[in-house]
C-alpha cells in the first residue's frame, strides 16, 4: 500500500562482518602486538643488563665524545680489554674517584712512546689514528718509552694537548698505567648528541685482534621492530572498521 520506500536491515545471521570482525584478522594483530610488546620490553631489559648509560663531563676525548656528551658503555671485565678501546674506569691515584673515560693505546707488554713521524708508536710500530682532531693530526706531546706492565693499560684522552691521562702520571709509581680490574664498561655509542656508534680504531689491528662490537645494534632493531608491531597490530582493528565501513552497502528490500 501506498509508495515504495528502501530501509537497511540488520545482517543475516552467520553473514561474515566484515574486516573488522574477522576473526583470523583479530588472533593476527593481537599476535602482533604481543611479540611487539616481547621485543620492545624485551630490547630494554637486554639493554639495561649489558650497558650503562654515562656523561663525559669533559673534552679530553673530543672530537670522538664531546663535553656533556651521554654515551652507553657495555659492562666488560678488565681482562677483556683491547687495544683501541675507549674505555670507563676507576682509580684513585687519578686523584678523583669518579669514572673516567680514555681510549687504551697499549696493554701489558707492550712498549709505547710518542712521537715518531707525529704519530703514536706501540712496540715500535706507528699507529694510525684518524679519530683525532684536525683529521688525525692533532697536536701530540711528546712523552719516554714505557714498558706496559703485565696486567695493566695505557691510557691517553683522543684530544691529546690537554686530556689528563696516562701520560700526566708518568712520575707514579706505575709509571701512568692503570690495572686492568679498574675498568668497568667499555664505551660503544654516543646517544647524546646523537652520534651513533663509535668507528673501531683499526690502526691497532696490526698489533692484535680489536674487540668485537657489542649486541647494541641487535638490541636497538629489536626495539624498532617492537615498536613496529605494536603499533601495526594495534591499528588493525580501527583500520579494519573504517575500511569495512566504506565497503559495506545496505541490503535494499520492499515495504509495502
Known amino acids: 500500500m501506498g509508495g515504495e520506500s528502501t530501509i537497511r536491515t540488520a545482517p543475516r545471521s552467520g553473514a561474515s562482518k566484515g574486516p573488522a570482525g574477522s576473526r583470523t584478522g583479530q588472533v593476527l ?5 604481543a611479540l611487539g610488546l616481547l621485543l620492545f620490553l624485551g630490547g630494554f631489559a637486554w639493554g639495561a643488563v649489558v650497558y650503562r648509560p654515562y656523561t663525559v663531563p669533559t673534552s679530553s676525548m673530543a672530537p670522538t665524545i664531546g663535553a656533556g656528551a651521554r654515551v652507553l658503555a657495555q659492562r666488560v671485565d678488565g681482562g677483556d680489554v683491547h687495544r683501541g678501546d675507549v674505555v670507563v674506569f676507576t682509580d684513585k691515584t687519578w686523584v678523583t674517584n669518579a669514572p673516567v673515560v680514555k681510549r687504551v693505546v697499549a696493554v701489558g707488554g707492550d712498549t709505547v712512546g710518542c712521537c715518531t713521524d707525529g704519530k703514536l708508536t706501540v712496540n715500535g710500530k706507528q699507529i694510525d689514528e684518524p679519530y683525532l682532531a684536525d683529521d688525525g693530526l ?4 711528546g712523552f719516554p718509552s714505557v714498558k706496559v706492565p703485565k696486567g695493566r693499560i695505557f691510557l691517553l684522552g683522543d684530544e691529546r694537548s690537554g686530556s689528563l691521562d696516562s701520560t700526566a702520571h708518568l712520575t707514579d709509581a706505575a709509571s701512568g698505567t692503570v690495572a686492568r680490574s679498574a675498568v668497568s664498561a667499555r664505551v660503544e655509542a654516543v646517544v647524546w648528541p646523537m652520534n651513533g656508534m663509535l668507528e673501531q680504531a683499526t690502526g691497532f689491528e696490526k698489533l692484535g685482534p680489536l674487540s668485537p662490537q657489542g649486541p647494541l645494534r641487535t638490541q636497538g632493531l629489536m626495539i624498532l621492530a617492537g615498536a613496529v608491531l605494536v603499533l601495526g597490530g594495534g591499528a588493525y582493528g580501527p583500520i579494519a572498521k573504517l ?4 565497503n559495506r552497502k545496505p541490503e535494499p528490500v520492499r515495504a509495502g
Open 29 to 33: 594483530s593481537g599476535l602482533a602486538v
Open 243 to 246: 575500511l569495512g565501513g566504506r
Open 138 to 141: 692533532a697536536e701530540l706531546q
